[in-house]
């Protein structure tokens, strides 16, 4: 997603400047990114010294430092995407201070949506999806009035098991997990979309951005991924947006907002496309999307703890220490022995991400190998 949106900055130099580059761990990427930006500032979060850039402004380190970071930028928009809770520090820190945000950190609204929401509305801020499905409806609403909604409709390729037996799933290896048929993404993304665990925090993610009842959002299995999500209208009209899948669409769609801004993209071919499949989703092979509804109808920091929990299962998935199934049905086992609590500012979110996350480790702690998907969903 970052260097993506910096090829798309790079080719529109004359309407943005570049303030502020953060990476993780990539020390390397940042340096590069850098020098292509000298005079930015750069945090490196993973990291508890600062990095060495001649090129920089200034450099931070640490998950603290991205905030002095953010402090001394003063961005004007900032594109969020860090991957998972770590996200949620950033995107309260642009909507406390009014700024536009540019969300491809679906965890942050999933972690802690209707605190975010009014803190945006609070100070002015402005939301941007990033997010392909999210971009698509927010695109198809664009003029009308939310009580003229029917319902949305999130499409999901159904990731690489969308036609496997299911009573072959513990078997999957990470490795098979890890090959998606559409998309080139992160791990833990990639395996969110293998269990569809990603496509439940799109649809609490939906909720909170579009101010809709959870019974409005609904999932539908589209393997092509040419249809990004649509919108259905009280007076029949359906509206979808379509194009080749490619993320900067999105992203340079964000970034350009209001207006569009040309790049060289695959230009969409509908005879090419002629024949679109639609599926209905099915529960019993994707136990992760109810979670959502689940979550919705707790409320509290029931996000946070679907969140923190899936976390933690892909990590132990993808080091070989539980089965596929067990990825959903530790999140399940955690997020109903947890009892919701209120969410009143991030630090609320905070605990309640530390306490799921050591719950679901003393979970997969107290199951013997190999019998850990049983045990869960006893």
């Known amino acids: 997603m970052g260097t993506q949106a910096l090829s798309l900055l790079d080719e529109h130099r004359d309407r943005f400047e570049v303030c502020l580059l953060s990476a993780n761990r990539s020390a390397q990427g940042l340096a590069a990114a850098v020098a292509r930006h000298p005079g930015a500032h750069a945090c490196l979060t993973g990291s508890a010294q600062p990095p060495s850039l001649p090129d920089a402004g ?9 905030l002095e970071a953010l402090d001394a930028a003063a961005p004007d928009t900032v594109l969020n995407a860090i991957t ?3 996200g949620l520090a950033a995107s309260e820190w642009t909507l406390r201070h009014g700024r536009t945000l540019a969300l491809a950190n679906k965890e942050s609204l999933v972690v802690a949506g209707e605190y975010l929401m009014q803190l945006a509305q609070r100070s002015g801020a402005r939301i941007l999806p990033v997010d392909s499905e999210h971009c698509a409806i927010f695109q198809c ?7 003229q909604v029917r319902r949305v409709l999130l499409t999901g390729s159904g990731g690489p098991f969308r ?3 299911p009573d072959t799933f513990a078997d999957i290896t990470p490795a098979e997990a890890l090959r998606h048929p559409t998309w080139q993404m992160g791990p833990r993304i990639t395996i969110g979309s293998a269990t569809m665990m990603n496509k439940a925090f799109e649809v609490i993610e939906a909720r909170w951005l579009f101010d809709l009842s959870p019974e409005q959002v609904e999932v539908v299995l589209h393997p092509q991924s040419i249809v990004h999500s649509m919108v259905e209208f009280v007076d029949g009209s359906l509206l ?20 569009r801004l040309p790049f060289g993209f695959e230009p969409f071919d509908p005879v090419r496309w002629r024949n679109l499949e639609f599926a209905p989703f099915d529960a019993t092979r994707f136990p992760a999307v109810p979670l959502a509804y689940e979550v919705l109808r707790r409320g509290g920091d029931s996000g946070a703890v679907l969140n923190a929990a899936d976390e933690v299962a892909t990590a132990a998935f993808l080091d070989g220490q539980i089965p596929f199934p067990a990825i959903t049905a530790t999140v399940a086992r955690v997020l109903r022995d947890r009892p919701p609590q209120p969410i009143h500012g991030i630090a609320d979110a905070v605990r309640a991400d ?6 679901t480790a003393a979970l997969h702690a107290s199951m013997p190998t190999g019998d850990t998907d049983d045990r869960l969903t006893d």
């Not at 530390?354 to 719950?359: L, P, S």
């Open 58 to 66: 200034r450099s931070w380190a640490t998950a603290e430092g991205l």
């Open 84 to 86: 998972g809770a770590a």
């Open 141 to 147: 609403l664009e003029g009308s009035r939310r009580e």
């Open 163 to 165: 036609q496997r037996a």
């Open 240 to 259: 979808a947006q379509c194009g080749v899948p490619d993320m900067r669409v999105p992203i340079l769609y964000c970034l350009g907002y209001p207006e």
């Open 354 to 359: 530390a306490d799921a996350r050591r719950r």
